[in-house]
């Protein structure tokens, strides 16, 4: 099995920064792309950023210039780097991952997306 577990979310001031972890376990030969997602109270879950096997990246407009995601060294890992954090920011943050499965040796074959338990963030002065 995977899992995925972030960390780092937290209460900050406006204009402050965090940085979110993404930390990936188990029966895993690789990370074909990662993503992180969002939900604000009475909301829907909403994508903010995108980081593809090749660290091509996107991001949702309202976080562009502000939030970098990138690929950890240690394998498996994944950051968000969230600066100049706004009130409209407070979610809670969800990791989300396409795995590839299998060993750090074997490949299966298959492909499992796989979601965090995610990790509040709240922007308040």
């Known amino acids: 099995q995977v899992q995925l577990v972030e960390s780092g979310g937290g209460l900050v001031q406006p204009g402050e920064s965090l940085r979110l972890s993404c930390a990936a376990s188990g029966s895993i030969f690789g990370i074909k792309s990662l993503a992180w997602y969002r939900q604000a109270p009475g909301k829907q879950r909403e994508l903010v950023a995108t980081i593809t096997s090749g660290e091509i990246t996107s991001y949702q407009d309202s976080v562009k210039g502000r939030f970098t995601i990138s690929r950890g060294n240690a394998k498996n890992t994944a950051y968000l780097q969230m600066n100049d954090l706004k009130p409209e920011d407070t979610a809670v943050y969800y990791c989300?991952?396409?795995?590839?499965?299998?060993?750090?040796?074997?490949?299966?074959?298959?492909?499992?997306?796989?979601w965090g338990q995610g990790t509040q963030v709240t922007v308040s002065s």
């Open positions: 989300n991952a396409d795995i590839l499965l299998g060993s750090s040796s074997h490949y299966t074959g298959m492909i499992k997306n796989y």
